[in-house]
């Protein structure tokens, strides 16, 4: 029996939400809609699918509860009209007839979950809690995308995500100093998006139009250094067959992004130091310099301190190249930026992988928030493709994420983690956890979960009532 105080939690969760109940039996229509206005919904009836679509025409509803078999327009047509208007709402179909058959052609068609008659009235409620919550977590992202969208709009920068005052404040400095002309020295971690900063700052200094060059200073042989940065002329070394331009030749006009500038060798060190002080450049075999405007941002993730200390970079360029610095925190130091930039991921990444639906659940939202995230936004980017790729539906789960972001969990034993050592209790708590599994991952659509499960459709629902997973005992049956 319910309380006072479980109808009014019903109704909170409800929100007044607006449902359709189509079935042509008057006792049922009755019966469900008594049932569904004392849980706080706002029910129209309709008596068939004619009846049905003109109450759709009227307004729009948030769910439609269908029985598939009715004179004239069926469910299954109906399911049919509702795709071709494009109807938001949620639908879900009931059939005293039904076959797993049935069931799969009305959830291809577009419904969301499909009750077998007769059917409890607690099991009714439940599908609808499971439909209201997937909506509110779609809801919940598509309000997080949109005020990240505001934020983008307001003071974001060069389309990097950051809500956190750190970030605020390292967009702010750049967008400052993209004014001017002054080198700048990006530091931070690898993965922070020092080179992000530095296409922003080039794109709001020289403008989309102009050159943008990138170099890792440590990638490049040790024998062709002062041909790549400099350029050549034909005949100058065994194998130059040809003139070919520099590194700040091929920048003229527009910007070098020198990165990981701490692995310079000295040699070249004092040549770089020259073109920054004199603004030309000399071929390697040529006779006379060319002029060069090119603006230098360069990027590290070095202690440059412990380099000056060492004498492994020279003090000189180092303060040539620090005229403005500008220090990009590790995610781990800005917690508040994971949820925005999950999301942010999982939106771009989901259009250009053609799975545009996806959302964080929340277990998975509470995952990426605990990592430390040591590879900073590059590894939480990758690790959300990985999941968007294994992901089955529509929901991003913790199981879809990597291993190391559950590590900890993982290394609990086996008595810690079911509670006992009993092999009766333990087979209870497993199979309870992998239906409760099975149902999340599919969204509460217990069809799916029988099919996931490799059980039958009442033998869930049976045991969906033994542990006690939505259904309620000793509640009324509704049947044709």
């Known amino acids: ?51 049905a679509l003109e109450a759709m025409a009227r307004r729009d509803f948030d769910y439609i509860l269908s029985d598939v078999r009715m004179p004239g327009m069926d469910g299954l047509e109906l399911l049919d009209h509702i795709a071709e208007n494009g109807s938001a709402a949620t639908v879900i179909v009931m059939s005293a007839y039904g076959t797993a058959d049935l069931a799969i ?35 919940e992202n598509r ?39 002054a080198t700048v020295l990006i530091t931070g971690e690898s993965g922070t998006g020092k080179e992000l900063v530095a296409r922003g700052i080039h794109s709001l200094g020289r403008g989309e139009e102009a050159p943008f060059v990138a170099v890792n200073c440590g990638g490049v042989p040790a024998d062709l250094l002062e041909s790549e940065f400099f350029g050549h ?74 380099l000056l200390r060492l004498g ?13 610095s500008i220090h990009i925190p590790p995610l781990r130091e800005r917690p508040e930026d994971i949820l925005p930039l999950s999301v942010h991921f999982v939106g771009h990444l989901g259009r250009s992988m053609e799975r545009k639906d996806m959302f964080l659940s929340p277990a998975a939202q509470s995952r990426l928030m605990a990592y430390n995230w040591p590879g900073n936004v590059r590894e ?6 990985r999941a968007i790729i294994l992901a089955d539906g529509h929901a991003i789960l913790p199981e879809h994420l990597p291993a190391q972001l559950g ?16 092999l009766k209790e333990a087979k209870r708590a497993v199979e309870k956890r992998l239906i409760g599994r099975a149902l999340d991952v599919c969204g509460g659509n217990k069809s799916r979960a029988a099919e996931l499960l490799d059980l039958s459709y009442p033998a869930l629902l049976s045991k969906i009532k033994l542990y006690g997973l939505g259904t309620g005992a000793g509640q009324e049956v509704l049947s044709e």
Request: aromatic share 6%.
């Open 1 to 51: 029996m319910n309380t006072g105080s479980d109808t009014a939690a019903r109704q909170k969760t409800a929100e007044q939400a607006s449902i359709l109940v189509v079935d042509d039996e008057a006792h049922m229509r009755h019966m469900l809609g008594a049932l569904l206005t004392r849980n706080g919904y706002a029910v129209t009836c309709a008596a068939e699918g004619s009846a």
């Open 105 to 139: 052609e009305a959830m291809q068609k577009g419904a969301y979950d499909y009750i077998s008659k007769p059917f409890r009235l607690e099991e009714v409620l439940l599908v609808l809690r499971k439909a209201q919550e997937r909506e509110r977590l779609r809801q």
């Open 143 to 181: 309000r997080l995308r949109e005020k990240l969208q505001a934020l983008d709009s307001d003071s974001a920068f060069a389309g990097m995500v950051g809500v956190s005052g750190a970030m605020r404040a390292v967009f702010q400095m750049a967008a400052r100093v993209a004014r001017f002309e």
């Open 233 to 306: 002329v034909k005949g100058a070394f065994t194998g130059a067959d040809r003139d070919k331009k520099g590194l700040f030749e091929s920048a003229d006009g527009g910007t070098l992004f020198l990165d990981e500038i701490g692995e310079m060798p000295m040699e070249l060190q004092v040549k770089l130091l020259r073109v920054l002080q004199e603004g030309e450049v000399r071929r390697l075999g040529a006779v006379r310099p060319r002029r060069v405007q090119v603006r230098v941002l360069a990027a590290t993730n070095r202690d440059m301190a412990e």
């Open 312 to 324: 492994r970079f020279r003090e000189d360029l180092f303060y040539r190249l620090n005229v403005f």
């Open 380 to 385: 939480l980017k990758s690790a959300l493709e």
């Open 407 to 422: 590590a900890q969990n993982r290394e609990r034993r086996v008595e810690d983690v079911l509670g006992t050592f009993s």
